[in-house]
C-alpha cells in the first residue's frame, strides 16, 4: 500500500506560499523577459519560456486541486511545481540582488553565470521540463476518468470530504496537532478610500490584503480559532523576523457565517490575472465586525468541499475540552489499544 503523500504535499505547499503566491512568478519571468531578454544566454531564454508554458496548466491544476473529486489526481503535481518555481524565483533574485548592487545599467548573464550557478540552472532546467511531464499526465488524468469537466460547475457533495474533515477535527481534539492547515489564498477587505467621493457613492474599496494561510487551532474551554495569517510589510530588523497580522473567527458561534461565491462576484474592481480565474472559488467570512473575502486555495490534501465540511463540523460541535487526550486514553484502554504510561 503506498504511503500518503498529503502531510509532505501540505509542508511543502505552505513553505512555499508563505513566501509568495506561486501565480506571481508568471509575473516575474514576464517582467525579466521584457526588461531582459537581449541580454539572455541560451540556456536562460530556455528557462524563461519553459516557465512561461506551464502557467495555464499550472493555473488550470490550483483549481481542479480545490475540488475534491479531482484533488488527488493534481495534488502532487501543484506541490512539486510550486517547489520548482519557487527555487525559480530564488534564482532571478539573486541575480537582481547582484545587479543592484553592482549598479550594472546593462547586466551581462554570461558574466554572472558561474560555473556554480550553470549546475543549479542545469536543474532548473531539468525541474521545470519535470513539472511540465507531470502538470500534463495530472489534466490528463482528470480528462480519462472525468471526460469534460467544467470549472463553472458547482461543488459536489462528497462522503470523502467528510471523512478529511472528520480526521483533521481528531487530530485537533486528540491534541495530535495545535494546528490544522485547511486553506491558502488571497485576503480582500474593505478599507476606507482616501478619495473623496460624490455623496451616495462607496467610501470604501475592496483591497487586496495579501496571501494568507488559514488554519484552525484550539481556543478557549470548549472553541475553536479559524485564523487568517497575513504577511505585514514590516519585518523585525534585529532578527529579520516576517511580521504576521491576523484576522480571527471564534467557533462555534452563532454570529459567525462562511459564504461560498466566485471571485468575480466580489467586486467589479477586482484584479483578474488570467482568463478563468473568475471561477476561483471565494468564501466570505464574518463575525460581528470582523469581515474578509478568502480565495480559496488548497493548501494540499484539503479540498473546498472538505474545508467547508471542516467548518460545519466546529459550528455544530461542543469544541475541544482539556480533558481530550485523557478521554481518548481511557476509550483505547477500553478498547484494548496500548497507550503510552501516564508521566
Known amino acids: 500500500m503506498a504511503l500518503p503523500l498529503t502531510p509532505i504535499i501540505q509542508s511543502a505547499s505552505l513553505a512555499f506560499s508563505f513566501a509568495t503566491n506561486s501565480r506571481n512568478v508568471f509575473k516575474m519571468i514576464k517582467e525579466v523577459i521584457e526588461d531582459d531578454e537581449g541580454n539572455f544566454t541560451d540556456e536562460i531564454m530556455e528557462l524563461t519560456y519553459l516557465v512561461s508554458c506551464i502557467q495555464e496548466p499550472f493555473n488550470l491544476c490550483c483549481q481542479l486541486q480545490t475540488r475534491q473529486e479531482t484533488i488527488n489526481s493534481v495534488d502532487s503535481a501543484v506541490a512539486f511545481t510550486k517547489h520548482i518555481l519557487k527555487s525559480c524565483e530564488r534564482f532571478f533574485d539573486e ?10 545599467v546593462s547586466p551581462n548573464w554570461k558574466t ?39 470549472l463553472v460547475e458547482e461543488l459536489k457533495e462528497s462522503m470523502e470530504a467528510v471523512e478529511k474533515a472528520h480526521r483533521l477535527k481528531f487530530q485537533l481534539d486528540s491534541g495530535r496537532c495545535k494546528t490544522v492547515h485547511i486553506a491558502l489564498g488571497e485576503v480582500y477587505q474593505f478599507v476606507e478610500t482616501a478619495v473623496k467621493r460624490k455623496v451616495g457613492q462607496k467610501s470604501k474599496d475592496l483591497v487586496n490584503k ?25 519585518v523585525d530588523a534585529s532578527e529579520n523576523i516576517q511580521q504576521y497580522e491576523e484576522i480571527s473567527f471564534t467557533l462555534p458561534s452563532k454570529s459567525f457565517s462562511c459564504t461560498r461565491k466566485r471571485k468575480v462576484d466580489l467586486n467589479e474592481d477586482i484584479l483578474l490575472n488570467y482568463d478563468n480565474e473568475q471561477y476561483d472559488l471565494c468564501y466570505k467570512l464574518s ?27 466546529l459550528q455544530e460541535s461542543k469544541g475541544p475540552t482539556s480533558g481530550s487526550v485523557e478521554n481518548l486514553t481511557t476509550l483505547m484502554d477500553k478498547v484494548g489499544f496500548e497507550t503510552p504510561a501516564k508521566g
Open 95 to 104: 541575480k537582481e540582488k547582484h545587479d543592484t548592487e553592482s549598479c550594472e
Open 112 to 150: 554572472w553565470l558561474t560555473k556554480e550557478k550553470k549546475t543549479s540552472l542545469s536543474k532548473l532546467l531539468a525541474g521545470v521540463k519535470t513539472c511540465i511531464d507531470i502538470l500534463n499526465l495530472s489534466l490528463q488524468t482528470v480528462a480519462v476518468r472525468f471526460g469534460k469537466f467544467s
Open 210 to 234: 495579501g496571501f494568507s494561510s488559514v488554519s484552525i487551532v484550539p481556543g478557549r474551554e470548549g472553541q475553536y480559532v479559524l485564523q487568517v495569517r497575513l504577511p505585514c510589510d514590516e
Open 287 to 313: 463575525q460581528e465586525e470582523q469581515l474578509c473575502f478568502l480565495a480559496f486555495e488548497s493548501p494540499g490534501g484539503v479540498s473546498a468541499q472538505a474545508f467547508e465540511s471542516l467548518i460545519n463540523q
